[in-house]
């Protein structure tokens, strides 16, 4: 009768030591992953990136100012007065188009003068013609030679005066008018009425649009190096508020050296000079052809080269650490643990190649796969714990 009591105390017992050791344990479970997440908030957070596959493309921007290739400026030689301007600035003009018209009283009085003169010499000449008739009737051998010579030297005078008139009235038809030179553009006018040519400097300025347009622009030598002669470029201009794309030709590429650089050059030669100084960057001079666009418009330049990873692998720049001259990165390891995995900084020495600012190409060190730190809440140091 007093076994079956007994028997039930004991399982009760045991059901209490069972209960009482699974919430021991999990209360030490729980204790135990909460102080390991508690150790993991408190630890650094990092941000990572994979290095990619690709090649690296560097871009170059620069700008310039457009100018002509021939400018020409147009004044009257003789500084007669401006008597009527015909263009104004930014007017196309055409060959041969009339620009200035000029005056000089004293000019036109001159060639009146000579018109007087020559009319005198042929009422003269008249005259002498009616002698040598007259004496010709006569039969006076003596007057008709001597009427004859004097007829003869009355128009050889009366040719050169001819010719005189006839320059002077070129030359004075020539300085009435300023003619363009070419097809073009008026750039400037100076040119005002009632005022002696010049007055301002020259009265008209023109831009040879046949010829086209050229901009020198000083671009870095890495980049100089590598450009040619009639090499194209692809270049915009700002017009009228719009880009307009127009396609240029290197037409000249000088080296420029700073002062130092110069000096370096001569140290390496000995002393001697070296004709060939180390250049810091390049003149790139570029013709355009184009309609629309004007002198003194902005131009905007990209240059861009791509160079192959060869094995390497591309990485934002912010990962990039240096020590002294070396380079190197922090790469995160993955540890698998019983209560969850960790992450531990390691260091890893680098070999770079070229960089476009942005990114840098690594060609040994890591891998595609590793895991690089590229910003961190405080900093780190190689074998400590992180967040990521």
């Known amino acids: 009768m007093t076994a079956a009591p007994t028997e039930d105390l004991n399982v009760r017992k045991k059901r209490k030591i069972v209960w009482f050791s699974g919430l021991l344990f999990g209360s030490l479970l729980f204790l135990t992953l909460a102080s390991n997440t508690l150790l993991t908030l408190n630890l650094p957070k990092v941000r990572t990136e994979l290095g990619r596959e690709g090649a690296l493309v560097t871009t170059w921007h620069g700008t310039a100012r457009l100018m002509p290739r021939q400018r020409i400026d147009l004044s009257n030689k003789a500084e007669w007065s401006v008597k009527k301007v015909h263009v104004k600035e930014g007017d196309r003009v055409a060959k041969g188009t009339t620009l200035v018209t000029y005056e000089n009283p004293a000019a036109?009085?001159?060639?009146?003068?000579?018109?007087?003169?020559?009319?005198?010499?042929?009422?003269?000449?008249?005259?002498?013609?009616?002698?040598?008739?007259?004496?010709?009737?006569?039969?006076?051998?003596?007057?008709?030679?001597?009427?004859?010579?004097?007829?003869?030297?009355?128009?050889?005078?009366?040719?050169?005066?001819?010719?005189?008139?006839?320059?002077?009235?070129?030359?004075?038809?020539?300085?009435?008018?300023?003619?363009?030179?070419?097809?073009?553009?008026?750039?400037?006018?100076?040119?005002?009425?009632?005022?002696?040519?010049?007055?301002?400097?020259?009265?008209?300025?023109?831009?040879?649009?046949?010829?086209?347009?050229?901009?020198?622009?000083?671009?870095?030598?890495?980049?100089?190096?590598?450009?040619?002669?009639?090499?194209?470029?692809?270049?915009?201009?700002?017009?009228?508020?719009?880009?307009?794309?127009?396609e240029g030709i290197i037409i000249e590429i000088r080296a420029i050296a700073t002062a130092a650089e110069t000096e370096e050059a001569s140290l390496q030669e000995g002393g001697r000079g070296n004709p060939h100084p180390l250049a810091s960057s390049h003149q790139v001079v570029v013709k355009v052809q184009h309609p629309n666009v004007q002198a003194n418009e902005l131009v905007n330049v990209e240059l861009t080269q791509t160079e192959k990873t060869d094995g390497g692998m591309l990485i934002t720049n912010a990962a990039l650490r240096q020590e002294g001259k070396n380079s190197y990165v922090l790469v995160i390891e993955e540890r698998l643990g019983p209560l969850g995995n960790t992450f531990i900084v390691r260091k890893a020495p680098v070999r770079l190649g070229g960089t476009n600012g942005q990114e840098t190409l690594v060609l040994q060190g890591v891998y595609l796969k590793d895991r690089i730190v590229v910003e961190s809440s405080e900093p780190l140091t190689e074998g400590q714990r992180v967040r990521v």
């Open 108 to 246: 036109e009085q001159e060639v009146l003068d000579r018109q007087d003169e020559l009319a005198q010499q042929r009422l003269a000449l008249a005259g002498l013609q009616d002698a040598y008739i007259e004496a010709v009737q006569n039969n006076d051998e003596m007057q008709v030679r001597r009427s004859k010579r004097e007829l003869e030297r009355a128009q050889l005078a009366i040719g050169v005066q001819e010719r005189k008139l006839r320059t002077m009235q070129s030359e004075t038809g020539a300085r009435e008018r300023l003619l363009a030179p070419f097809d073009g553009v008026v750039t400037q006018v100076r040119a005002t009425a009632q005022l002696p040519s010049g007055s301002g400097g020259p009265d008209i300025s023109v831009v040879n649009s046949q010829q086209g347009y050229q901009f020198e622009i000083d671009v870095p030598d890495v980049w100089g190096r590598k450009l040619r002669p009639e090499e194209k470029l692809n270049v915009q201009i700002e017009h009228e508020g719009a880009a307009v794309a127009v």
